[in-house]
């Protein structure tokens, strides 16, 4: 069984999550992965149905509004944010909720998370997927920025997400986070970074993370999860542009993930 190949919403901001699925259908994408965010459609139940059954393009997962510019969507309360977010992934067809750890100032969140989220997992029958994080860098420091911690594979998470940019920051290998994590890794954020200190969310192959060894790591091992191509193509000038970035992010993962044999 191939794995989902999925396009986020977030890789054509500032375009909205309507020309997200646009993007992909006319691409040749899985599916969507929709970022909810401060685009009121993201949030929509009935226009994401509408979306995706207009494209014939499933959505395969949710994206929490746990991002930085995302901290008032919803609210302000965590745990609420999270129902929400598995109560519209139920309602679209999508069996993941993507999820990052709390930031350090949520402590009271933070102090509950593991738990709170086997719990979520429980009673709504939706995979909440932790996704890898960094510490926060300038110059010659680093600060620790989430609790319990950015590393997914420090905490028995059933499911958890590898991003690759994110993992250039934090300067960690992410076969070997895969291989730590073991079938707990159920979704990837096929992506690239240079190993600065930003989040740069690179087409992959690009930067330095090795994205197409990655990919055929996880064909070797049977990866039959999500891989979803979260990009940022704000710097494109023009829709060709962003086209062409979306096209050739999905022509290296089809091209990249077969098993290698002797």
């Known amino acids: 069984m191939s ?7 977030a890789s054509v901001y500032p375009e909205s999550t309507a020309h ?10 899985d599916a969507v992965e929709v970022m909810v965010g401060i685009d009121a459609l993201s949030q929509q139940t009935s226009a994401l149905k509408q979306l995706s059954e207009h494209h014939e393009l499933p959505i395969c997962a949710i994206h929490a509004p746990c991002l930085l510019w995302t901290q008032r969507v919803w609210g302000a309360e965590p745990w609420g944010k ?36 086997a719990a979520l997992e429980s009673s709504t029958g939706i995979a909440f997927a932790v996704e890898n994080m960094y510490p926060w860098r300038a110059a010659s420091r680093s600060m620790e920025m989430y609790l319990p ?20 920051i934090a300067q960690t290998d992410v076969i070997e986070m895969a291989e730590r994590l073991g079938d707990r890794l159920r979704h990837v954020h096929l992506t690239d970074g240079s190993g600065s200190a930003k989040d740069e969310h690179l ?26 191509l979260e990009i940022n193509t704000r710097k494109c000038s023009t829709r060709s542009e962003r086209e062409a970035d979306l096209r050739e992010s999905l022509t290296f993962t089809r091209t990249h993930f077969a098993v290698h044999t002797p």
């Open 203 to 228: 087409v992959p192959g690009r930067g330095v993370m090795g994205a197409d060894t990655f990919l055929a790591h996880l064909a070797d091992r049977g990866f039959e999860g999500h891989i979803v």
């Open 20 to 29: 997200a699925f646009g993007y992909a259908a006319s691409l040749g994408y």
């Open 3 to 9: 794995p989902v190949i999925a396009l986020s919403s």
């Open 149 to 168: 911690s950015w590393d997914p594979s420090e905490h028995p998470y059933a499911n958890t997400t590898i991003d690759l940019s994110h993992a250039a």
């Open 82 to 117: 999270l129902e929400r977010s598995a109560e519209l992934a139920a309602a679209v067809g999508a069996d993941v909720v993507v999820v990052h750890p709390p930031f350090r100032w949520q402590k009271e969140y933070a102090a509950g998370f593991v738990d709170g989220i």
